[in-house]
């Protein structure tokens, strides 16, 4: 049984390795996330999350195999989005950066984290759920529809420093 909790400062070279194995499957073409190494997402991306309060990690067998960043910060595109549900900022939740390392893939951990990210939302009253991806994620594209998350748009964008984004929103109101 995998656990998730708030992320401590010995967590984070855990956190750097699992970014390593996501850029070294994409690399190998196991996996497709169109992040790119050295650019995002990388140690310093974890360690801002790490500072707010934000970061999330998930543990099996008291090792890291998963991370997320959870919070209410929603990125710049996400203002002229056509979301369907119009609701304050303040009641707004954002899952950012999901990853789960690839020796684990297939086991379910992505949607347990995702369900953790549902009642985090649900304990703090943010009843809308934002979540975004690259389009090219066709594997998280998938999970997060069948979890019920519906896109809303695909806008082309920088993203985190990568450059020519196609990037997908998505919501799901609780």
Known sequence: ??????????DLPGVEKIYGEI?????????TTGWLRGVYPVRDTAEAALQRGDL???????????AALINQLQIDVYADA?????VPADQVCVLHTLVISPRRRGRGLGTQFV????????EHEWPELRIDTNARNAQARAMYEK????????????FNGIPKVDLVLLEKHL
């Open 147 to 158: 979890l019920g998350f519906k896109e809303i748009a695909i806008v082309p964008t920088v």
């Open 115 to 122: 369900r953790f990210y549902e009642e985090y939302a649900l």
């Open 56 to 66: 999330f990690v998930m543990e099996e067998e008291n090792r890291l195999c998963g």
């Open 1 to 10: 049984m995998s656990t998730i909790r708030r992320a401590m400062v010995f």
């Open 82 to 86: 056509p979301w369907e549900y119009d």
């Open 23 to 31: 850029h070294d499957a994409e690399e190998a073409g196991i996996i």
